[in-house]
C-alpha cells in the first residue's frame, strides 16, 4: 500500500479516535512531508534514515519531539492494524526537550485583552483568562453552557467533560449574546485572528495560549492550590498543569523568609 494511502487510513484513525482538528492536520502535515523528503519514503524508511531527519540541524527540539510523535504514532498504528510488519521508530531515541520558563502574559496584557479588544476578540480573552479553557473548547462552546454559576465544557481535550465557576466578567459577556454557539470559527483561526491582532496593536507574542498560562499563574498564587487549578484547565495530570505556572518574586522569596532561623547565626 502507497504511503499516502496509509497517510489517508491513518488520519481516519485519528479521527475515528477523537484526536483533535489540530493534532490531525499537523500529523498528517508532517507525515507527508517525511515521505517527500525521506530517500525511500515513508512506507519503507528505516530507523537508520528516521534518526538523521528527525535530529536534522536547524530544528527546535520542540519540533523534533512534534515530528517524532507523529512518526511514532503513525508507525505504532500501522503495525498494530497489521499494514506494515516492523516499527522502526522503536530504534529512534525520543527527543528531550528542555524545560524553560512559563510564558505567560503579564497582568497589563490581560487587562488590554479583556478591554480593549474588540468582539469577538475580548470574549475570546476573557474565556482564556477567566476560565482556562483552550481555542478548541472556545470553538465548541455555545451560550448555553454558561450560567451566572457554572461553565461547562462538554467536549474538551480528548472529549473530556468539566465544569468551572463562572467569572462575573465571562456571565457578563455571555448573556447578553444570542442564543448558540458563540463562534462558528475553527481553533486555529480563533487563535490565529487573536494573535494577528494582537502583534497589530504592539502585543508582542500576546496569545490565547498565554491568557490561560496567566489564568493557571494567577489562580495557584491565589489558591497555593495546585490540584483545583488542574481540575479547572482539564488536565488529566498536575505536572501538565505545573508547566504553566510561573511562580512570582513573592512567592519564592517567601521560601527563604520562612525558614526558622533558630536564633542568631553570629559567633
Not at 468582539?119 to 475570546?124: D, N
Amino acid at each position: 500500500m502507497a504511503a499516502d494511502d496509509l497517510i489517508g487510513l491513518f488520519a481516519d484513525h485519528l479521527t475515528e479516535t477523537g484526536r483533535t482538528e489540530a493534532t490531525l492536520e499537523g500529523y498528517v502535515k508532517n507525515l507527508s512531508r517525511a515521505d517527500r523528503e525521506l530517500p525511500m519514503g515513508l512506507d519503507i524508511a528505516t530507523a537508520d534514515e528516521l534518526r538523521p531527519w528527525v535530529y536534522r540541524k536547524g530544528l527546535s527540539w520542540a519540533s523534533r519531539a512534534t515530528y517524532y510523535a507523529a512518526l511514532d504514532s503513525f508507525f505504532t498504528w500501522a503495525v498494530d492494524t497489521k499494514r506494515l510488519t516492523f516499527n522502526p521508530m522503536k530504534f529512534v531515541t525520543r527527543p528531550k526537550v528542555p524545560e524553560g520558563l512559563p510564558r505567560v502574559a503579564r497582568d497589563e496584557q490581560v487587562r488590554w485583552a479583556v478591554h480593549e479588544t474588540p468582539h469577538p476578540l475580548k470574549l475570546w480573552a476573557l474565556l482564556a483568562a477567566y476560565a482556562g479553557i483552550r481555542c478548541i473548547e472556545i470553538s465548541r462552546l455555545h451560550t448555553g453552557h454558561v450560567t451566572a454559576d457554572t461553565l461547562t465544557v462538554l467536549r474538551g481535550k480528548g472529549d473530556r467533560p468539566r465544569t468551572v465557576p463562572t467569572h462575573p466578567l465571562v456571565w457578563a459577556a455571555v448573556r447578553v449574546l444570542p442564543a448558540g454557539p458563540i463562534t462558528d470559527l475553527t481553533p486555529k483561526q480563533i487563535s490565529t485572528r487573536f494573535l494577528q491582532y494582537s502583534l497589530r496593536c504592539g502585543q508582542r507574542e500576546l496569545s490565547l495560549h498565554r491568557l490561560r498560562g496567566w489564568y493557571a499563574t494567577s489562580g495557584y498564587a491565589a489558591t497555593n492550590d495546585l490540584i483545583a487549578v488542574s481540575q479547572n484547565m482539564g488536565h488529566k495530570k498536575t505536572d501538565n498543569t505545573r508547566r504553566y505556572i510561573r511562580l512570582t518574586t513573592g512567592q519564592i522569596r517567601a521560601v527563604i523568609d520562612g525558614l526558622p532561623t533558630f536564633g542568631s547565626a553570629a559567633g
